[in-house]
């Protein structure tokens, strides 16, 4: 732990394990010490730890953000499945297993990724670029993006420029755009000739339907 700087880290999990009581976070009875050595004494859970078991998956139906750091990532073989609010708000929010995003929300303002070939299937859940402190925001998709029917593309419009003015996702790969756009006007509106770019990909096929301002997307004519 000293060669690796961790001490502080691991200090802080054997205080966070001794005093949380929850049904979902493992006991810690009592921990001890030799010279090259920590041991933790814990409840015995079948099967492993979310960390080490191939194959698993974890199941979000609260909130799960990244808020620091340059990269944060589900361990590879555990299927991240996203019911709850999922944020990408700093760095690399990355699943290596895949994500299968089922319900709830996925807002951010930094990075979405799949390495290693993981992807994402087709989903139901709402996406939304930006965050509670950057209303509107440049999302980055790092994949193909296949939202299905009932899903969700909720993007904010206060201005031009996009990120500082209004919400755009940036698809590295395939868009495959089924679902609803919802855009609402944050009080602006588009003059003779402007336009605003809400969703870039690689590639794409089919056009999302949906409102902008309360009217039919259709009203508007093709959205880029």
């Known amino acids: 732990m000293r060669r690796k700087n961790q001490v502080k880290r691991i200090k802080t999990e054997r205080d966070v394990l001794a005093t949380a009581e929850h049904p979902y976070v493992v006991k810690l009875f009592y921990s001890f010490h030799s010279r090259n050595h920590l041991y933790l004494v814990m409840e015995f859970i079948n099967g492993g730890d979310l960390l080490s078991s191939g194959g698993g998956r974890f199941v979000n139906e609260g909130s799960y953000r990244l808020l620091g750091g340059a990269d944060g990532r589900v361990q590879p073989g555990v299927a991240f499945v996203n019911r709850g ?29 799949f390495p290693s070939g993981a992807g994402v299937a087709p989903f139901t859940g709402d996406v939304a670029p930006g965050s509670a402190s950057s209303p509107t925001a440049v999302l980055t998709w790092d994949g193909d993006f296949a939202p299905h029917l009932g899903a969700v593309l909720r993007m904010d419009v206060a201005g031009l420029a996009p990120g500082a003015g209004h919400d755009q996702l940036a698809v590295t790969g395939a868009a495959d755009l089924a679902g609803e756009l919802e855009v609402t006007l944050d009080g602006f509106t588009l003059a003779p000739g402007e336009e605003v770019t809400l969703i870039t990909a690689a590639s794409a096929r089919r056009c999302a339907l949906g409102v902008f301002g309360g009217d039919p997307i259709t009203k508007y004519g093709q959205w880029r």
């Open 85 to 113: 609010v999922l944020g990408a708000e700093a760095g690399s929010l990355r699943f290596p297993g895949g994500l299968a995003h089922e319900d709830g929300t996925l807002i951010g303002t930094a990075e979405v990724a």
